[in-house]
């Protein structure tokens, strides 16, 4: 009925007959099936159509006076752009590439800044349409690998821009991935893995051979603007409980390095897992031997001050084997390894916590959820046996020695397994990674 009204509506308002409505009814059924075709049939390949790519102009002849008496006007020039654009905007990202190859006029479309940010706008709130994907490295000696696609349950062959080896630093935020080389660490990158557009940095200040490094990036959407962070730990010469840190932002309406704030810690050390969230800085430390109860430890600094780290120190929930921060609707999610009591480097289980309160020294975990049984069958007794990462509300969790891929939604408070990932293990040793990202189509580096 309320659709009957509109185009009852329309008619008396637009001089449009009721005939040519009703075949634009008609013509929106086809629509439907048009863009359910892309979507079902979308290519296992994310490169077989580059985002750039422009379909060939159409080319006609004229038509005879037989054929002109035949012919029906097009109903795609009745429909106008920012119609099209709305059923367009409905798509799963991957479908809109397939979309962009129709014609002309659909490419520029999906290629507009328009479409670029009210599609993004349309998928911020239906948070359904779109969720984060989780890249799968496949490889040791090459980043090669899959990029798993939660709406329509797909896995794509992906190719990453910048990234050498498997083995990088990645971090990611709100479209954003940003790549740091594991060797001279002075190679970073950011970049839009979906877009493939990419940018090096310049080299961070603070001694290129450090012990550790933890990499970390924060977009501001709205500013189209970003920062990276990189926390670099050395240990002292001749004393092991001693270790130097040292903090170096890089912003990008500045495109500068700061070294915001320098320490030594005593009986910890920095290690490779850091976030940003909200101005503050968090980052796991390592204990190297001290009186601490525990493995591990999270430092919460405020990117505006240049306090003493320890004075924001906040221990972990409980003894953990391995700990992945992450960054969820600003929220700080810490996935754990949980150690057995009588050996801490045996895992047991595996937990997923959330800091309320904030930062800076005060806050207190919230357990979240812990694996069951089922699930973690399979993930080795290793005291650092998987790889985490997540973004909205999802976490992912796999194992370093299978490509399964394990999600949890922190909403409906589910465990499920994804969908197979298309590669079989070649040899026992074999070691599969990877990393979760916001596929965007309006982010630029």
Not at 88 to 96: G, N
Not at 313 to 337: A, D, Q, Y
Request: aromatic share 14%.
């Amino acid at each position: 009925m309320t659709q009957a009204f509109s185009f009852w509506f329309l008619s008396e308002n637009s001089g449009l007959s009721l005939t040519v409505l009703f075949s634009l009814l008609h013509f929106r059924f086809n629509y439907a099936c048009v863009l359910k075709q892309i979507w079902m049939e979308a290519e296992t390949s994310w490169t077989h159509y580059p985002y750039n790519y422009v379909p060939e102009a159409e080319t006609y002849s004229e038509p005879s006076d037989d054929e002109t008496k035949d012919q029906t006007f097009s109903m795609d020039t009745l429909l106008p752009d920012d119609l099209l654009e709305r059923i367009l905007s409905f798509l799963p990202i991957a479908s809109i590439f397939r979309a962009g190859t129709v014609c002309k006029r659909w490419n520029e479309i999906v290629s507009s800044r328009r479409f670029l940010w009210n599609f993004s706008s349309n998928n911020n709130n239906n948070s359904a349409s779109q969720r984060p994907w989780y890249f799968m490295f496949t490889s040791t000696d090459d980043p090669s690998g899959y990029a798993y696609d939660p709406v329509i349950k797909k896995w794509y062959t992906f190719d990453l821009p910048c990234i050498e080896t498997s083995n990088w630093f990645v971090a990611s935020s709100c479209g954003l991935v940003c790549f740091m080389d594991n060797d001279c660490r002075n190679k970073i990158y950011v970049s839009n893995p979906i877009t493939k557009q990419w940018r090096r940095l310049i080299e961070p200040p603070g001694h290129r051979s450090t012990d550790y490094t933890a990499l970390s990036t924060s977009m501001n959407r709205a500013k189209q603007s970003y920062s990276v962070s990189v926390v670099k730990s050395k240990q002292v010469q001749g004393n092991f409980f001693q270790w130097e840190l040292s903090i170096h932002l890089y912003s990008s309406e500045t495109m500068t390095w700061t070294t915001s704030l320098t320490d030594v810690l005593t009986g910890w050390r920095g290690g490779d897992e850091s976030v940003i969230i909200d101005n503050v800085l968090y980052f796991l430390i390592y204990s190297t031997g001290g009186n601490s109860d525990h493995r591990h430890g999270l430092i919460a600094s405020n990117l505006s001050s240049t306090s003493s780290l320890m004075s924001s120190f906040i221990p972990m929930p409980c003894s953990l084997t391995c700990g992945r921060l992450m960054n969820l609707k600003e929220r700080l999610v810490v996935v754990g390894g949980i150690g057995k009591h009588d050996r801490p480097d045996i895992i047991k289980g595996i937990g997923i916590w959330c800091l309320k309160g904030g930062g800076g020294g005060g806050g207190e975990w919230q357990e979240m959820a812990r694996m069951p049984q089922r699930y973690f069958q399979g993930f080795g007794e290793l005291d650092d046996v998987f790889a985490s990462s997540g973004s909205d509300d999802v976490v992912y969790i796999q194992s370093y020695g299978s490509p399964a891929l394990l999600t949890f939604d922190m909403k409906l408070k589910c465990w499920k397994w994804s969908q197979k990932c298309p590669v079989s293990k070649k040899f026992p040793l074999q070691l599969f990674t990877g990393f979760c990202f916001e596929p965007r189509l309006e982010i630029a580096p």
